[in-house]
């Protein structure tokens, strides 16, 4: 069972952009979906992005055009690249494969 351990979160003004990453204890290429969810303040987790080991994406309708989910089986990582961000998209960002959740990363959109 790999851990995931989840960098690249910070403070951003509106517009602005940040990459988050999520690094494998192990090797993912065997693993089906690997995904990015994100939870806010008084809010449920929610799914923003999944990438298949094919490297099909989904993405939340709040996400679509302006994050990306990539992954780089070699170094054992996923990605998430996001633009044009808005305060509403504030959340502790996690990234998740199978069961397994990493601690996640705070992502604070704000002037």
């Known amino acids: 069972q790999v851990q995931l351990v989840e960098s690249g979160g910070g403070l951003v003004q509106p517009g602005g952009s940040l990459r988050l990453s999520c690094a494998a204890s192990g090797s993912i290429s065997r693993i089906a979906v690997m995904a990015w969810y994100r939870q806010a303040p008084g809010k449920q987790r929610e799914l923003v992005a999944g990438?298949?080991?094919?490297?099909?994406?989904n993405y939340a309708d709040s996400a679509k055009g302006r994050f990306t989910i990539s992954r780089d089986n070699a170094k054992n990582t996923v990605y998430l690249q996001m633009n044009s961000l808005k305060p509403e998209d504030t959340a502790v960002y996690y990234c998740?494969?199978?069961?397994?959740w990493g601690q996640g990363t705070q992502v604070t959109v704000s002037s």
């Open positions: 990438i298949s080991s094919g490297g099909s994406t």
């Open positions: 998740k494969a199978i069961f397994t």
